[in-house]
């Protein structure tokens, strides 16, 4: 990963690839056009003041994610000026907020891809602008390219690696509010970008034990409890919700449950993450076209098992359970088939008459589990419905919950930490679509309003008094369109951060 650093040098003198800098569209109220953010006076000074004249005439407008690349003044020791866009500058006495210095710093991350090394003099008014900033240089520099062959040759040649080293200017290194941002930053960032790697990998090479084997691991590094259940414990302890979604594949279910503690700790949270790791649709079989990228289906996993690995290694005082519910959803001649009915971890029986909604399924069984153990509260994370997408799009989640003030506390920590996130209800109407003649409920229900259907069916699983949420993450987990921001092509490793977050409320006492 980018190595991440502050410094208080003198630009002109700093031995660097580049000098990355921001701009903004003016205030109409004030100048109305290019300004060049604080953190770039050094520069501006070295062109005489006239930086956003110049700028202008290369066509730069300040507009987010926008890159313009220009000669660096005569006596300064790196070559290259980057100005990249902040969008609107901010009314007077107001700084930049810190999603757009954390995006505007991904944009620049990723403009410098093969540079060893790049300064930014972004503003940073206070230690959070540096965590934005930092936060946003690792995450923009990230590059998945293990299964490329040619992928040392290319960095060779190319300069396609990714940014090998920032600088942060501005930054006082020796105060303790900016060490912990960027600590916090690098912490955070790393084991999001784990996730991403986790939802890259093709399901070929990362099936349930393979992923089980990787929560293991970094469990032991960190010092956290992990507990496997292979299909012989799943079966003696009753869950059919996992054995019934992966009795089709060759690759048996595992649920893993990773246990952080604190000693300090005053509340208990539990995360659990929807794991399929291949979605076929199973019997239900997908349509040609909609299987391609269900390698992401365990984005949700991924977000859980990253979020308690950053905890642990953030030291919050807060005890954190990850529950990550594992299979891989194929046809074959023991898949579970629409008709059969599956007797769940909680005893209920839920009748299958499509194969296809197979997360609700293994969620439901982990929900029970981690419910079984009384936490302060509960938030499940899940790639789990289409209809969530036609809602929201694909860069917004929603979220659902059985208690409001508890579902609006997640939305401000998603939103406080850059994760686009939407409040959705949960309309007592649509649990009568799931009643069954045959079980206790039904894996399926109205065709309209499908997310907030899964939604009820989750909530059947969740034990009473347990505040809990569930983050639809179907949208955002999987980008495939091109880069935007800090966010990469591919697994974007969504609600990681959200959840980090409100560990650290809980620990702090402020989750509500």
């Known amino acids: 990963m980018t190595a991440l650093t502050l410094s208080t040098a003198a630009v002109p003198g700093l031995r660097a690839d580049a000098i990355v800098i921001g701009v903004a569209k003016g205030a109409a109220s004030r100048s109305g056009g290019l300004v060049v953010a604080p953190g770039a006076e050094a520069v501006d000074k070295a062109y005489d003041g006239r930086l956003a004249g110049v700028l202008e005439t290369l066509g730069a407008s300040g507009a987010e994610g926008e890159v313009t690349k220009l000669p660096a003044p005569a006596g300064f020791k790196a070559p290259v000026v980057v100005a990249v866009g902040l969008g609107a500058e901010p009314e ?8 757009a210095l954390r995006r505007a710093a991904g944009v620049a991350a990723r403009a410098l891809a093969g540079a060893k090394k790049a300064a930014f003099a972004l503003p940073l008014a206070e230690a959070a602008d540096a965590g934005a900033v930092g936060e946003g240089v690792l995450l923009g520099a990230y590059l998945f390219d293990a299964y490329k062959e040619s992928a040392k040759d290319t960095k060779a040649k190319n300069g396609k690696a990714p940014l090998a080293e920032a600088t942060l200017l501005g930054g006082k290194p020796r105060d303790k509010a900016f060490k912990a941002a960027i600590e916090r930053a690098a912490a955070v960032a790393e084991e999001l970008n784990r996730a991403r790697d986790l939802v890259n990998t093709p399901p070929n090479d990362l099936d349930p034990e393979a992923f089980a084997a990787v929560a293991q691991a970094a469990a032991k590094e ?4 992990v507990q496997v259940l292979d299909e012989k414990a799943l079966t003696k302890g009753g869950y059919g919700g996992i054995l019934g979604v992966g009795a089709g594949s060759a690759s048996g279910p595992r649920l893993v449950k990773l246990s952080y503690t604190s000693s300090k700790a005053r509340k208990t949270l539990a995360f659990v993450g929807k794991g399929i790791t291949y979605d076929s649709g199973g019997i239900s079989l997908k ?5 391609e990228t269900m390698k992401c289906d365990m984005a949700g996993a991924a977000a859980v098992f990253a979020a308690v690995v ?5 030291g919050l005082e807060v005890n954190v359970t990850g529950w990550l519910a594992l299979a891989e959803n194929m046809p074959s001649g ?4 629409p008709g059969d009915v599956l007797r769940m971890y909680s005893g209920k029986t839920v009748e299958v008459l499509n194969t296809d909604a197979e ?3 293994v969620l439901a069984d982990a929900l029970w589990a981690a419910s079984q153990e009384k936490p302060d509260a509960i938030i499940d994370v899940a790639t789990l419905t289409g209809a969530m997408m036609l809602a929201l799009g694909s860069r917004t989640y929603g979220i659902m919950a059985n208690d409001d003030a508890f579902r609006a506390a997640v939305h401000e920590a998603a939103e406080e930490v850059g994760e686009p996130a939407w409040p959705m209800p949960l309309p007592e109407h649509l649990r009568k679509g799931m009643d069954s003649a045959t079980a206790d409920i039904a894996n ?13 069916f989750l909530r059947e699983f969740v034990g009473e008094g347990i505040a809990w949420a569930h983050l639809d993450i179907a949208g955002p987990a999987f980008n495939e ?6 966010t990469p092509k591919g697994g974007t490793g969504t609600a990681v951060r959200t959840l980090v977050r409100v560990a650290e409320l809980a620990a702090a006492g402020d989750l509500g």
């Open 92 to 99: 007077k006495d107001a700084g930049f907020d810190a999603e």
């Open 222 to 225: 960190h010092g956290i409890k």
């Open 287 to 291: 349509p040609a076209g909609h299987n």
């Open 310 to 314: 950053a905890a642990a290694r953030l």
């Open 334 to 337: 023991s898949a579970t088939r």
């Open 359 to 361: 997360g609700r399924l």
């Open 444 to 456: 399926m229900g109205e065709r309209m309003g499908g997310g907030l259907v899964a939604g009820l």
């Open 481 to 486: 369109a091109g880069p935007f921001g800090y």
